[in-house]
């Protein structure tokens, strides 16, 4: 979202509301037909798709997005499980981007403009396990949690957010949980935070706090093997942070000399 050694840090999370408990995804196969598209996939706000392979903390570029009369720069991203990017742009325009060849191609989503001009967003698998949901919090306040509807393109408000939710960036798992990742609005020493979003009530069911993770000028989020992938922009280049629930530590495992907007996993992703 515009505007490395392991160190374990688990006093960063001690004051959680909740702890987040991250559950296994369901043996649903045959929602998940294409092996080749369940890494993470990134967006620079200078329109690079770039995928990240969370085992080796590597990236790989796979092209530069160029897509028809946008007017924006790149704010944020959602993958779906076949591998299409759904990239926002600042502008309120949305493009369908192949994961493979950062080919891009116009959609049918026609912006409300107010508090969804732009916002995070991301999808969770649906509880039935054989479909998924794309999911978005306004990055304006009110902080508002909302779905858009494939392949129609319709926005529909679901619950406004905590009021400490500001401008959040959103993962979803396998498991059909959801996540959101975000600077705590009640605070001003620029803390951040991840937390589990109930889908139905916009209510914050699990949280984990980080005092030393600043977003700075772009923020982007991802779930990924267990763990979260945070990307921050704290200095005006991007940092990727990883937070393991498992144990409670944080490390930062990579850096890109590029501003990081927009990050998104696919549900079949391993969990």
Same mark, same amino acid.
Request: charged letters at 15%.
């Given at each position: ?17 909740? =702890? ?6 369901? /043996? ?21 798709l770039?995928?990240?392979?969370? =085992?080796?903390?590597?990236f790989?570029?796979i092209?530069t ?14 993958? /779906? ?31 409300? !403009? ?23 919090a ?10 858009? /509807? ?13 009021n ?14 959801l996540?959101g ?8 020493? !620029?803390s ?26 772009g ?27 498992s144990? !409670? ?7 890109w ?15």
């Amino acid at each position: 979202m515009a505007d490395v050694a392991d160190v374990a840090d688990v006093a960063d999370v001690a004051d959680s509301i909740a =702890p987040i408990d991250v559950l296994p995804p369901p /043996d649903v196969t045959p929602f998940c037909t294409d092996p080749s598209v369940q890494l993470v996939y990134v967006v620079t706000e200078s329109n690079d798709l770039l995928s990240f392979e969370p =085992p080796s903390a590597a990236f790989r570029t796979i092209g530069t997005i160029h897509c028809p009369a946008r007017s924006g720069s790149p704010f944020s991203m959602a993958v /779906d499980h076949t591998g299409s990017a759904y990239v926002l742009f600042s502008d309120g325009e949305i493009f369908k981007v192949s994961v493979k060849d950062a080919s891009c191609a116009a959609t049918s989503y026609k912006s409300p !403009g107010g508090t969804f001009l732009t916002f995070g967003m991301g999808f969770a698998r649906d509880p039935s396990g054989s479909g998924e949901t794309l999911y978005v919090a306004s990055a304006s306040s009110p902080p508002t949690l909302a779905r858009i /509807d494939l392949p129609a393109f319709s926005l529909t408000s679901v619950a406004l957010l905590d009021n400490s939710v500001s401008a959040a960036e959103l993962t979803g798992t396998g498991a059909g949980q959801l996540f959101g990742f975000f600077a705590d609005a009640t605070k001003t020493d !620029g803390s951040s935070s991840i937390a589990e979003i109930d889908k139905l009530t916009g209510q914050i069911t699990g949280r984990a706090n980080f005092p030393s993770v600043q977003q700075g000028t772009g923020w982007a989020f991802a779930f990924w093997g267990g763990d979260f992938y945070m990307f921050t922009a704290p200095a005006g280049t991007s940092k990727v942070t990883r937070f393991r629930p498992s144990d !409670g530590s944080l490390a930062d495992v990579a850096t890109w000399p590029g501003v990081i907007v927009g990050a998104g996993v696919s549900t079949c992703a391993p969990g």
